[in-house]
């Protein structure tokens, strides 16, 4: 199992950039996909993007697609989440999680329920 803390968190303004470090302590780091999930009070956790070991294959969530970007370091054994043109409905705590990856993801968006290794998450707050 590894252990996942999230980094890179803020205060931004609408049409702003952050990007967010998720760096993993444990054994053979590549062997796992990382996923980033985000949730705004009072609502569900949802999915944003993940990666697999490799870093080869990427999966994003269709209302973040084109403004998020993810990418690994497997040397550093840290994901990143890079966002730009943030808008107010971005603000959430996000989460990394780790798990192996589905071949399913190519048809349906990964689920919270395939990672086993989460973060503590970090605050995204995106004023208008």
């Known amino acids: 199992q590894v252990l996942l803390v999230e980094s890179g968190g803020g205060l931004v303004q609408t049409g702003g950039s952050l990007r967010l470090s998720c760096a993993a302590s444990?054994?053979?780091?590549?062997?796992?996909?990382v996923g980033w999930f985000r949730q705004a009070p009072g609502n569900e956790r949802e999915f944003v993007a993940a990666?697999?070991?490799?870093?080869?294959?990427?999966y994003y969530a269709s209302s973040v697609k084109g403004r998020v970007s993810i990418s690994r370091d497997n040397a550093k054994n840290t994901v990143y989440l890079q966002m730009n043109s943030l808008k107010p409905e971005d603000t959430a705590v996000y989460y990394c999680?780790?798990?192996?990856?589905?071949?399913?993801?190519?048809?349906?968006?990964?689920?919270?329920?395939?990672?086993?290794?989460w973060g503590q998450g970090t605050q995204v707050t995106v004023s208008s």
């Open positions: 999680a780790a798990g192996a990856q589905k071949g399913s993801w190519y048809r349906n968006t990964p689920a919270a329920t395939d990672f086993g290794s």
């Open positions: 990666i697999a070991g490799s870093g080869v294959s990427t």
């Open positions: 444990g054994p053979a780091f590549s062997r796992y996909a």
